[in-house]
């Protein structure tokens, strides 16, 4: 049992659940665009409370065809489930060199923890 403590930066996105795939998304490319590479979190709330995430495997589809429907150029970022204080949670690793990135064909870029 890992013991994790979730904070939101310039590289590190928190999303209490997958309702929230489109913001996700953006965010992803606003960390490529300044960093190349980021993480984003599901089933953790903007403070860092572990909530969980219900995950199927059309979940972690969904996940992965939103961003390879809605990021230019394409990405394949690692998509993996994991287990804090007994919650199921998402992990969403990515990285890339093609600047710029594009969500949803606008560019983003990020500013702290903002897009």
């Known amino acids: 049992m890992v013991e994790m403590a979730f ?9 209490k659940s ?6 996700a998304v953006i965010s992803i490319a606003a960390m490529l665009n300044k960093h190349g590479k980021g993480k984003v979190y599901f089933g953790v709330r903007n403070d860092g ?7 199927s495997d ?11 429907d ?3 150029p394409k990405i394949y970022p690692e998509i993996r489930e994991f287990e804090v204080n007994g919650k ?6 990515f990285s890339g060199s093609e600047t ?8 983003y870029t990020r500013v702290g923890t903002e897009k």
């Open 100 to 107: 710029p990135y594009f969500a949803f064909g606008r560019a």
């Open 70 to 72: 809605n990021i230019e």
């Open 58 to 68: 059309s979940t972690l589809r969904d996940i992965s065809k939103a961003i390879s």
């Open 88 to 93: 199921t949670c998402i992990e969403v690793e």
């Open 49 to 55: 409370t572990v909530i969980g995430q219900g995950v």
């Open 18 to 23: 997958t309702s929230e795939l489109k913001e």
């Open 7 to 15: 904070r939101e930066s310039e590289t590190v996105e928190l999303k």
